[in-house]
């Protein structure tokens, strides 16, 4: 069955950086586009940023354009999200999802 | 950015009770919507995409209906287990946007 397991969210100071990874099983991974979706404590959804299954195609949520990447190693199943500059409203549980299908999220936390 | 409007923010309803939530979306997004709904502590689980085909698995007193800007998901009889908040999310464009979600409530 679809699995993805996110990992790499933890704390960090206002400016600091993290690596999230997301890797996929029970499909093949290589075929399909990648997404990652936020969500602030007690908050709604906020969808993040886009990967075409080939890595070409990338798109940004205006509140994280120029300071997070999107990228993906098909040869390892994985997506990554690069989180930099920080902000406390950054703080969120983060969600790699496919169509149909959702990670259980990893929790950053921004703080000083 | 496509902005997308949805209410009510929150409901209060009985089990048994029909309940209805919209979304209406700043430009036409021709059937590109999904719903999504969320339990406590668990990630969004897609119920209804595109607009008003029900994903599998899902019970059929979920319906969805709408196309163009005005979209509306439906529980016809609303069971314990449906106590939940919802989501609608556009992907007619980049980037994606959710509506503010819709928290369903026992009464």
């Known amino acids: 069955q679809v699995q993805l397991v996110e990992s790499g969210g933890g704390g960090v100071q206002p400016g600091g950086s993290l690596r999230l990874s997301c890797v996929g099983s029970g499909f093949n991974f290589s075929y399909f586009g990648m997404h990652w979706v936020r969500q602030a404590p007690g908050k709604g959804l906020e969808w993040v940023a886009f990967i075409g299954y080939d890595g070409r195609n990338k798109y940004y949520g205006e509140s994280v354009k120029g300071r997070f990447i999107i990228s993906r190693d098909n040869s390892k199943n994985t997506l990554f999200l690069q989180v930099s500059s920080l902000r406390v409203e950054d703080t969120a549980v983060y969600y790699c999802?496919?169509?149909?299908?959702w990670g259980q999220g990893t929790l950053v936390t921004v703080s000083s | 950015a496509i902005q997308m409007t949805q209410s009510p923010s929150s409901l209060s309803a009985s089990v048994g009770d029909r309940v209805t939530i919209t979304c209406r979306a700043s430009?036409?997004?021709?059937?590109?919507l999904g719903w999504y709904q969320q339990k406590p502590g668990k990630a969004p689980k897609l119920l209804i995409y595109p607009a008003s085909s029900l994903q599998s698995g899902v019970p059929s007193r979920f319906s969805g209906s709408g196309s163009g800007t005005d979209f509306t998901l439906t529980i016809s009889s609303l069971q314990p287990e449906d106590f939940a908040t919802y989501y609608c999310l556009q992907d007619y464009d980049y980037p994606w946007t959710f509506g503010q979600g819709t928290k369903v409530e026992f009464k």
């Open positions: 999802a496919r169509e149909g299908y």
């Open positions: 430009q036409g997004i021709r059937n590109d």
